[in-house]
């Protein structure tokens, strides 16, 4: 529905989602609307305006810029360097092999060992990584899914070897299996035994590492596959309610992990409807909790939220573009309200980045949060008409298509019968074509385009990182003790048969450098390997 | 002209290695099926040699491979060798992803010319894709 006000002709304004908006906003718009039932003031239910009372004036988000590549030794080294350079946070980039649960001496990781991440394959691969960085005093992120067990028991058994308390970390495992088989893809197992896998680290941690947050329900691949706005709102925080029920049907009551959930958005271009995607999800967020599972604990309905700038828009072509593309995406997310954000380097259409345009990206951050002035005000954009409007429409089209999950008997099935997929690949497909036909412009490639000039420095990830990691895991297999690997990956696979909580298996087996492969081989053994119909 | 076969261009669109970013080739698949070209996308993470044993059953006239990883040069090579070994070097292969600048020139030498980066239009694909195609000569004037 479009209201605003509209004269003919008008109709070929729309977002980069294909809404079509207005030509100028009024109080007829908002009629429907009203302030303390919809919005709320800051900190207050159904907190559309946000989280805080204070906004960003008691702390600004956190400046958590996403790294990993090659060897563990050369991944700890851009580490230091970030938090030299003012970073606030760690967020670990695994390469692909790690992410599919394959060790770097697997024929399916030949190529591929460091190369769009870090490779981590044991406990000694950990301890690399974070060597020198005191696991009490940073909070870190893992962007991990389908291994996310194996790989957070490694950390916790580091953070023990070193002396600090569980109750003491902090931090953010991704752990986000639904949007793999929506969008991203990186999936081990069927979606059933993968849910088991995520309700164990929902009511470990309840138990045992009470500040760590076990989910970030994600909605950046869902848009990155292609996705728009709207459907990216409605399926991610779709996914997270199929979380919250699985958590219920596991037997744990709502109000004990609810407030360790969090989220992760996509800051992509379009700038006001972005800005209304986040409010609108803090919003449907907090009613769902509320109205469907009956959460009473605040901290069960505040939608908390990462978000990063969107990769999808970055272009090959004039790389310099994307630090001016960065940039706005980064503000619309710091005016909707985020807790964490991550900003792209200006070189990521061509390769990971250079540590000089990682160091820009967060640049990029600290002007918005120090020089613009837009921290100062809580939820300065709330009250605009169109803002208002936006905000109201996504929040309109969720519950509509919450309805329409709800009748295929949740997210679960709904991935089993390919509808969001078959939703964002038909967005994809809309969207490429509007580009083609010069409806949709991007600058430097079909406007103002120009000759390319010289060529952007990149990282180059050569094989000898794969080489090194290859030594190193052939000498932790040499120095571990096999019978004690063997039992630890015998209870695992017993454990998995059975009802226990596959966690205190995981974390036993990481102490013995058991191998992510093999641990996730050990579930296999199970649990079967998924493999997806593909839908163009 | 050699011979004259009266079927659309046949393409065999490919995700090879572990990478699952597939929005690319999806979008590049549906692309050149509305072009009239018949596509099979092979689906997630096949092997070079499941690739290749793909374009000798379905007879293809064209291998896309769409690679976002990073490990184009450990694929592309052995795409092209057994393709070779297969007797299929009139296949043409192409390949899309993020690619470095430097990677290029090496893919040209193994005589893959067509290596697209984001921001290629899908036309630009459809057109290069008619006028490389060497098995398949009744679109090409």
């Known amino acids: ?536 | 002209m050699e011979t004259a076969r009266p079927r659309p261009i046949r393409v065999i669109v490919a995700k090879p290695g572990l990478d699952g970013h597939d929005r690319g080739a999806k979008v590049i698949a549906r692309a050149l099926r509305d072009a009239g070209m018949e596509v099979i996308y092979t689906g997630l993470r096949q092997t070079p040699e499941q690739i290749v044993t793909a374009a000798l059953q379905e007879d293809a006239d064209v291998i896309g491979l769409s690679i976002l990883s990073g490990a184009h040069m450990h694929i592309c090579p052995r795409v092209v060798e057994l393709l070779k070994q297969q007797g299929l070097d009139d296949v043409l292969t192409v390949v899309g992803g993020i690619i470095p600048d430097v990677d290029i020139p090496r893919l040209n030498a193994l005589g893959i010319e067509g290596v697209f980066l984001p921001g290629t239009s899908m036309q630009h694909i459809v057109d290069f894709i008619r006028t490389h195609t060497r098995r398949h000569v009744d679109t090409v004037e």
């Not at chain 1, 990993?68 to 938090?83: D, Q």
């Not at chain 1, 360790?260 to 609108?280: G, P, T």
């Not at chain 1, 901290?299 to 310099?320: E, I, K």
Request: include cysteine.
């Open chain 1, 1 to 536: 529905m479009t209201r605003g006000v509209n004269v003919p002709g008008d109709h070929s304004f729309t977002t980069i989602s294909g809404r079509t908006v207005g030509r100028v906003y009024s109080a007829d718009d908002l009629q429907d609307i009203d302030y303390a039932r919809d919005l709320g003031g800051p900190g207050e239910f159904p907190y559309t305006r946000g989280i805080h009372r204070s906004g960003y004036r008691g702390k600004l988000w956190t400046m958590r810029q996403f790294a990993g590549f090659g060897t563990p030794e050369e991944t700890n080294t851009r580490y230091r360097a970030l938090l030299a350079a003012g970073g606030t946070g760690l967020s670990v980039a695994f390469d692909l092999p790690t992410l599919m649960g394959r060790d770097p001496d697997h024929e399916l990781s030949q190529g591929e060992v460091g190369k769009c991440g870090v490779s981590v394959a044991s406990l000694a691969d950990m301890e690399t990584l974070f060597e020198g960085i005191d696991l009490g005093a940073i909070t870190c992120s893992m962007t991990i899914n389908g291994p996310a067990s194996m790989i957070f028991a490694m950390y916790l058994v580091v953070a023990e070897k070193r002396g600090v308390d569980w109750t003491r970390l902090s931090g953010t495992l991704q752990n986000d299996i639904l949007k793999e088989f929506i969008a991203q893809k990186e999936y081990i197992y069927p979606p059933r035994p993968s849910m088991r896998l995520v309700t164990d680290v929902f009511s470990f941690c309840a138990e045992r590492v009470p500040r760590w947050n076990t989910i970030s329900v994600s909605g950046y691949h869902i848009r990155e596959a292609g996705s728009t706005a709207s459907q990216e709102l409605a399926f991610t925080l779709r996914d997270g309610i199929e979380y919250v029920q699985y958590g219920i049907d596991s037997g744990l009551d709502v109000d004990t992990f609810a407030p360790r959930m969090s989220f992760f958005f996509n800051a992509h271009s379009d700038f006001f409807e972005e800005i209304a995607k986040y409010r609108a999800a803090r919003a449907l967020w907090a009613h769902a909790m509320r109205e469907r599972f009956g959460a009473r604990e605040p901290r069960s309905l505040m939608l908390r939220f990462h978000a990063q700038t969107a990769g999808v828009s970055l272009t090959a072509q004039q790389p310099y573009n994307n630090v001016v593309r960065t940039a706005l995406q980064a503000l619309s997310a710091v005016l909707g309200g985020a807790q964490s954000l991550h900003t792209n380097s200006l070189d990521e259409a061509l390769s990971l980045p250079t540590e000089e345009a990682a160091t820009l990206a967060l640049r990029t951050q600290q002007i918005i949060a120090h020089e613009t002035g837009v921290v100062d005000e809580v939820d300065p954009l709330g009250g605009s008409y169109f803002l208002e409007r936006l905000t109201a429409d996504l929040r309109e089209e969720a519950e509509a298509s919450f309805a329409v999950i709800d009748a295929m008997g949740g997210m679960v099935p709904a991935i089993e019968r390919g509808y969001p997929q078959a939703e964002i690949a038909d967005s994809a497909y809309r969207f490429q074509r509007e580009v083609e036909s010069r409806e949709r412009r991007i600058v430097g490639v079909n406007e103002a385009v120009s000759e390319a000039t010289g060529t952007t420095p990149i990282l180059y990830i050569d094989e000898s990182a794969a080489e090194r990691q290859l030594a190193r895991l052939a000498e932790v297999r040499k120095r571990r003790n096999p019978a004690l690997v063997a039992r630890t990956l015998d209870r695992l696979r017993e454990g998995a048969l059975g009802a226990a909580n596959t966690m205190p298996l995981l974390i036993d087996a990481a102490r013995a450098y058991a191998t992510v492969g093999e641990m996730c081989d050990a579930l296999r053994d199970v649990w079967g390997e998924y493999v997806e119909t593909p839908v163009i």
